[in-house]
């Protein structure tokens, strides 16, 4: 029964995204981005060095970013114990990751 819950969301994942889903979503990825990136001194911009706190949405969101960028630092244990509303967040921040990584290829190009 999980395999068929994840192999639903893997392919919901690779779907265009929605805008009204990013919209429904952007003040819960507005916090969770604040969490997860630096914001004074030289890192500023950048994602922490550390993953915030597990369970936030912070997390999730650095978690996300991570596995879209360097996969080799993201936790087996925090993608283990999302929750379903946790799991279609990340789902979200990874695609926005990836399309965000992919325009900058484009545009590098």
């Known amino acids: 029964m999980q395999f ?5 969301d893997s392919a919901l994942a690779k779907r265009p995204l929605s805008h009204d889903l ?4 952007q003040a819960r990825l507005e916090a969770a981005s604040n969490g997860a990136f630096c914001k004074s001194g030289p890192n500023k911009g950048h994602l922490k060095a550390k993953c915030p706190p597990m369970g936030t949405d912070a997390a999730i969101f650095w978690q996300a970013t991570q596995m879209a960028s ?8 925090q993608l283990i114990f999302l929750t379903d509303d946790q799991r279609h967040f990340f789902n979200l921040v990874e695609d926005l990751a990836h399309e965000a990584i992919n325009r900058k290829r484009r545009k590098a190009a």
């Open 4 to 8: 068929q819950i994840n192999a639903i």
């Open 22 to 25: 990013v919209k429904a979503n």
């Open 70 to 77: 360097n996969p080799f630092r993201v936790s087996i244990a």
